[in-house]
């Protein structure tokens, strides 16, 4: 079997998922799609039990996914993110936004990071303190198709739907790009038998301040190619921002630095570069139906993938444990991520009551967080990451899915009262 055997096979279910769900489950994408993905990992593992030389799981485990995942997947869905980011319409919104997602994943990456690492300490399993920052920054990411998908189901004020959406979109962003930058610096130490401080500063510097200029540079040149074609030349556009993508990811590989920020980097200023201007936008319509449908369909894939993650897990009962402590330590570092940020900044901005609740329970986690651990080839300690990963996000999904909508609902019954 193929790379592009396994590609198909990928779409294939995420087709045939999609079709069930909308038509007979009826359950919001993301928590469809999980347990259809869950059972049929449950029914390959009993088909490999049965006919054992038809076991997909010694073809899933063959291959290395992280050219496809990184240089690709992740590339393209944070730059279709990114490009749905509009700072103009988020208005008095926009500073607790940028302060929850940066701040925010910040917090929550030294929190969990921290946590986990003492935890494992306990179960006597090995990661060392980087790696479990790793993990910390990954598991941050959350999910902002299934988000924005289960808050247009509810009355939330605007306000409120505005800090959601935009958090949601944002974090995924910087915490992919935070994990992805502690691995290189992790590889750059076992590289040199250890990095001093001058030595980790040029590595961070190297990701993100070689990342976020070229980034700047592909965001501009893409931006004058788009505002001198037509908007009806649909599909002329659709091709410069997928080549924009593909050079860019290219580029930043060759260059060795953040190919996650060129992708954040340059949505976002195609998106923002003359967002005053009230001319017609430099984007078509089309355009942006094409990202949200690449981002919509790769995020369907995902969760497919999260299904036959089952297959290349270690069965281990003690990481398993592990997994179930990280959900509860993930829930609570949402909560201080959330929390901290909002509580500085309430005497300068107004909240509704019950957001910090809102936020940090309609926290769910997607398939990012899954494609970047099963990125991490050659890492110290990717089976214990990918095994907590699957346990957290697969928990996420389904538990607080299902409950999300009676917090949103009691959320609404505060505001009647405040009312």
């Not at 303190?129 to 299934?146: E, R």
């Not at 954040?264 to 430099?282: C, K, M, P, Q, W």
Request: proline share 2%; with cysteine.
């Amino acid at each position: 079997m193929q790379i592009f055997d396994i590609i198909a096979v990928l779409i294939f279910f995420s087709g045939l998922f999609i079709f069930l769900n909308t038509f007979y489950l009826k359950l919001p994408s993301s928590i469809g799609l999980s347990i259809l993905a869950l059972l049929l990992s449950l029914l390959v593992l009993v088909f490999g039990l049965i006919y054992p030389e038809y076991h997909l799981a010694e073809h899933v485990k063959a291959f290395d996914m992280e050219e496809i995942l990184v240089r690709f997947v992740l590339s393209v869905m944070l730059f279709a993110g990114a490009l749905n980011i509009d700072f103009s319409k988020l208005g008095n919104q926009l500073i607790p936004v940028l302060v929850l997602a940066f701040f925010g994943v910040m917090i929550s990456t030294g929190v969990i990071g921290t946590l986990i690492y003492f935890t494992l300490d306990f179960l006597n399993i090995e990661l060392d303190f980087i790696g479990c920052l790793v993990f910390g920054a990954l598991i941050s990411s959350t999910d902002p198709v299934a988000i924005t998908k289960m808050i247009q189901r509810h009355r939330l004020s605007s306000e409120l739907e505005n800090k959601i959406a935009g958090e949601a979109l944002l974090n995924g962003g910087i915490a992919i790009v935070l994990a992805l930058v502690l691995v290189n610096l992790s590889r750059e130490g076992a590289i040199a038998g250890g990095l001093s401080f001058g030595g980790s500063a040029w590595v961070v510097t190297k990701d993100l301040g070689g990342g976020l200029i070229l980034g700047l540079l592909f965001g501009w040149i893409g931006y004058q190619a788009l505002k001198f074609i037509d908007n009806d030349e649909a599909q002329v556009e659709v091709l410069i921002t997928m080549a924009l993508v593909m050079v860019g990811s290219f580029a930043a590989h060759y260059l060795s630095v953040s190919s996650m920020l060129v992708a954040v980097t340059s949505g976002l200023v195609i998106r923002n570069f003359d967002a005053s201007s009230e001319e017609e936008s430099a984007v078509g319509y089309y355009v942006f139906k094409f990202w949200k449908l690449m981002e919509e369909s790769l995020a369907a894939m995902l969760f497919v993938l999260i299904g036959f993650e089952m297959l290349v897990i270690p069965l281990r009962l003690d990481y398993f444990a592990a997994g179930f402590f990280a959900l509860n330590i993930v829930l609570f570092g949402r909560w201080i991520s959330v929390f901290l940020p909002i509580k500085l900044m309430s005497s300068h901005h107004e909240f509704d009551k019950g957001t910090i609740s809102v936020l940090s329970w309609g926290a769910l986690r997607g398939g990012l967080p899954v494609a970047v651990s099963l990125s991490l080839s050659g890492f110290p300690g990717q089976e214990i990451i990918v095994t907590m990963t699957y346990v957290v996000v697969v928990c996420s999904v389904l538990y607080q899915g299902f409950t999300l909508g009676k917090v949103m609902r009691s959320y609404q019954s505060q505001q009647v009262q405040q009312n």
